[in-house]
């Protein structure tokens, strides 16, 4: 007989079976097979990363779905993959080589990219290992990275496509600049942050003479690079304006008053400096009006030779030099504190210098229309909600997309120039010859493409499009998206637009975005905070099961996660608590139901016919019949009814992503109706050994092995540790087909019946617990019914079970029984339950206790009483303050009112 290991091991468990599942491909669907698809790919991890717990989050919520479905006998593809991150690796990379004294341009473009792969095979590993710790069930077998050969052409296409579409093209353009990355970004990657400035007033004077002009900025440097000041047509100044021309000062060089709609009167004095250079909003305007835009920050935030004496200073120092030089001169009128927000770089916090650079754009309106139809027509389903407005309104105001950047770790841009006539070729395959001219002096654009360009083809790209493979047609549209909110622009909503555009399809029918996790104070977590655990940390010690467990009971959707490692112990409790079950169930049947010797203390429920939907469970979940001789009780036939209510119950949970209520349904299954009460029922039968220990035996084991399905995807190693033991002919539980449990097991009446009894039974036992009567010691017990309910008779099956559970000597149970003397009471419904205490406690000094608490909280009630009636308290304190007194008032009261009642019962 199998035994499992005394003490839970789950490192060493979880380890095994990882490596059991990957070599025997449990995970590895076929496109072939005719079983309905599902299929969900996973945000692909940046190699340059860490997982962090709320990796660990997003990725149990997705591995809980796969296993769920390949239990529920869908054809399941989670697809592996990881992404290049062009930015954020190239960065690292960059860091590490200058650790080594190395610059990335000493080294060159080939050399550095060669730096860049070796950095992604030791990353690369280092992820996949600790997605396996966690559980992840992904099919690695079809595992892509975002720069593989196949992903990479279907880079190129959809770049040929879009451009032949006309919806890409080349323009120079003010973008958002990072002088740190000396990248272009797009809007997206702009991270806007609240900013203390100063808002600077500097006088131009007229180049006539006889007056100036004052304008407010926040830049004072970029002044050097104004074309022009602009005021609102309708501001009162401008008709004596027209055509006049200022002096900029520290330039010697004079500009023109121009007028524009832009301008807001109300802002400053009504006068902006255009730095069409330096500016989005004055590059607009300098469009406007033809004014040629004046650059005088280089690429790295320094001055250039434009900014004249200033040239050679950082972006930052030309700002103090500028407002000492205008000081000077006495043309800085004033200088007013001003909060404003700066957009910074989201991958290295550097403020964005706006920047005129010649790109790659594409025109994002019309790939957006089809994405905003199919979510208004419900084809993709945000949860929560309010997620399907945010990606809504987005859509709706969508804005060209900056997809060059200026690094080398990425999908080279395909396009080519021809040295001798100039023509720009754009094409899948590197051109031999410039087909205009024939000349072969051809070089690519240096370029390479944003990362995002490569992802947002994730649903399809991996899957071997543009060719028509049998995966493609098997698995697309996928299913479901897991991920966070801060990626929906991003990521999410762009593979609308490309799957929509390429495949003609929805890319996934539901985008499930998690949660943030934040720490106990509410804080996000991060690494600068020092506040977030690593989760193969928290693996390591508690196991993946009990994190896992604990990290979908704490997630209500929509909602943030408070995550604290200390919150793990409900998981580990409870794998503990699974364990030491499996243990018991086992050695049970081990014994083979044989009864404790001296054991007759509680005579089981007599064994009944009716035990025809225990048969059916076994039946259903090994395979195979209970023993023709086992006998079934009611606790036997209860227990598999509540099996089949919170079955039905998990999967509603489930299905509406309930994953919260999910966990709490199996803990409470398992834990208290499985556990506390039929398993320590079921000793009874087991003692009294023959039909009716085979029978509870049967049922602990196909109770436990279904609990063991019904769990597996929360926590999918201890699970299938313990299926190996309960069914080792059934092969692993990861790639079982769960068949349910059979309708025909609900018995609504016996559970209205059960639930009674277990009533009864509470109520005794917390008698038993406020007079301290010791665990082990029988009490008699009197059950007074209310009469003409019929209520003994239907009590009368439970009678051995009262007294088993209750620890009850003598019990009586009667219509209309009197009230023995000395003894104390509790009701519900319609009965009265009378536990005489002589004998049993010492009746003196109990009322001397309960005596002295009475007095104890008549001196409390006393004093909340006098706040309650102190009108200036009532009216001055806060009000949740003043709502707790009287809650806590209520409950005094209502506990001096039981005490007293205790009191009178004692006599
Ligand atoms: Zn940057
Ligand atoms: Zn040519």
């Known amino acids: 007989m199998p035994e499992l290991e005394k003490v839970y091991n789950p490192v060493e468990i979880e380890k095994r079976w990882t490596a059991v599942w990957r070599e025997r491909r449990v995970f590895t669907p076929d496109a072939g097979a005719g079983e309905e698809p599902f299929t969900i790919i996973l945000p692909p991890p940046n190699i340059t990363g860490s ?50 004294g190395i610059a990335k341009d000493a080294l060159g473009r080939e050399k550095f990219l060669e730096e860049c792969w070796r950095w992604k095979e030791k990353y690369h590993d280092r992820i996949v290992e600790q997605l396996g710790a966690i559980g992840a069930s992904l099919d690695w077998t079809r595992e892509t990275f975002t720069l593989d050969p196949g992903v990479s052409r279907a880079v190129r296409e959809v770049f040929v496509r879009l451009y032949r579409k006309g919806l890409i093209y080349r323009d120079r353009y003010i973008v958002n600049w990072c002088p740190s990355c000396q990248t272009a970004i797009s809007d997206e990657e702009v991270d806007f942050v609240e900013t203390h400035g100063k808002l600077y007033y500097i006088a131009y004077p007229l180049a006539k003479g006889g007056g100036e002009l004052v304008v407010g900025t926040t830049r004072p440097e970029t002044m050097l690079g104004d074309v022009a000041v602009a005021m609102n047509p309708k501001d009162k100044r401008a008709a004596a304006l027209e055509g006049a021309m200022l002096e900029l000062p520290l330039t010697g060089r004079t500009i023109p008053v121009i007028f524009d709609e832009a301008v807001d009167p109300a802002f400053g004095t009504g006068c902006l400096k255009v730095t069409p250079g330096h500016d989005a909003t004055d590059f607009m305007i300098g469009l406007r009006h033809k004014l040629d835009p004046i650059v005088v920050i280089d690429r790295a935030g320094k001055m250039n030779a434009e900014a004249g004496r200033f040239a050679g200073l950082d972006r930052r120092e030309a700002r103090t030099q500028v407002l000492a030089a ?37 025109r994002m309106k019309t790939l957006a229309a089809p994405g905003i139809e199919a979510a208004k027509r419900g084809e993709v389903a945000f949860t929560p909600e309010r997620w399907g407005n945010i990606y809504l309104s987005w859509m709706e105001n969508i804005r060209d997309w900056c997809i060059s950047r200026q690094l080398w770790w990425g999908h080279r841009i395909p396009v080519w120039y021809c040295g001798d006539c100039e023509e720009t070729i754009v094409a899948v395959d590197e051109p031999a010859s410039c087909p205009k001219c024939k000349g072969a002096k051809l070089a690519q654009d240096d370029d390479v493409l944003d990362t995002w360009f490569s992802s947002w083809l994730w649903t399809f790209s991996p899957m071997g499009w543009p060719e028509k493979t049998k995966d493609l047609e ?17 990521w999410v909503a762009r ?19 998690t949660g943030i996790v934040r720490d106990t104070k509410g804080r996000k977590m991060s690494k600068s905070l020092g506040n977030s655990p690593d989760p193969i940390d928290i693996i390591g010690r508690t196991g993946a099961d009990a994190f896992r ?11 943030d996660i408070m995550f604290d490692e200390s919150k793990v112990d409900v998981g580990k409790h409870f794998a503990n608590k699974i364990w030491n079950a499996a243990r018991f169930v086992l050695a049970q049947e081990a014994a083979g139901g044989c009864p404790e010797p ?9 064994a009944s016919d009716a035990g025809s939907s ?73 003692r009294q050994g023959g039909a009716r220990a085979a029978g509870a035996s049967a049922t602990a084991r196909a109770v436990l092995g279904a609990s063991m399905a019904l769990l ?77 309910r019929s209520l003994p008779a239907r009590l009368d099956g439970f009678r051995e079970q009262i007294r088993l559970m209750a620890k009850v000597g003598e019990l009586e149970i009667a219509d209309g029984a009197a009230k023995p003397p000395a003894s104390v009471a509790a009701g519900f419904a319609s009965v009265e339950i009378y536990l005489p205490l002589a004998g049993v406690v010492d009746i003196g000094a109990e009322k001397k206790r309960l005596g002295r608490e009475l007095e104890k909280i008549a001196r409390e009630c006393e004093k909340v009483e006098g706040r309650l009636k102190d009108e200036r308290f009532v009216e001055k304190a806060p009000r949740d303050v003043v709502e707790q007194e009287r809650n806590r008032y209520n409950e005094m009261s209502d506990k001096r009112r039981r005490i007293s009642r205790i009191l009178e019962d004692l006599g």
């Open 549 to 559: 467990f604990t990290l979908m009971m704490l997630s209500p959707p929509g909602q």
């Open 51 to 100: 997982l962090t717990v709320g990796h660990a989050l997003g990725t149990t919520v997705q591995d809980l779905l796969c296993r769920w479905k390949r239990m529920k006998g869908f054809n399941v593809l989670w697809l592996a993959g990881m992404d290049h991150a062009g930015i954020a690796t190239q960065k690292v990379v960059e860091r590490a080589l200058l650790e080594r």
């Open 614 to 686: 225990v048969r059916l469970l076994h039946e259903s979940i090994f395979g195979s019949a209970a023993g023709p001789e086992a006998a079934f009780g009611w606790e036997d036939r209860w227990i598999a009814s509540r099996l089949a209510r919170r079955a039905g119950e998990l999967e509603a949970h489930i299905d509406t992503y309930r994953f919260d209520e999910a966990s709490r349904t199996l803990y409470d299954f398992f834990w208290h109706e499985y556990c506390d009460w039929y398993l320590e029922l079921s000793k009874a039968a087991a």
């Open 326 to 362: 205008l000081e000077e001169r006495g043309l800085l009128r004033k200088i007013d504190d001003y909060e404003h927000s700066i957009g910074h770089h989201d991958r290295c916090g550097t403020a964005i210098e706006p920047y005129i650079s010649r790109q790659w754009f594409l």
């Open 712 to 788: 597996h995807p929360t926590m999918p190693f201890i699970t299938e540790e313990i299926w190996s033991m309960l069914a080792p002919r059934r092969g692993a539980l990861a790639g079982y087909r769960f068949p349910g449990v059979p309708e025909g097991c609900l018995d609504d009446g016996l559970e209205e019946d059960v639930g009674f009894f277990m009533e009864i039974v509470t109520a005794i036992r917390n008698l038993r617990q406020s007079f301290n009567i010791p665990p082990g010691k029988l009490v008699n017990v009197v059950i007074n019914c209310e009469t003409g």
């Open 474 to 490: 098997t698995f697309h549209p996928t299913s479901v998206l897991v991920t966070g909110g801060d990626i929906i622009f991003f």
């Open 495 to 513: 593979m609308i637009m490309a799957s929509l555009e390429f495949m003609g399809e929805i890319p996934f029918s539901t985008v499930y975005i």
């Open 598 to 606: 001296g054991a007759k203390d509680a005579a089981p429920s007599p």
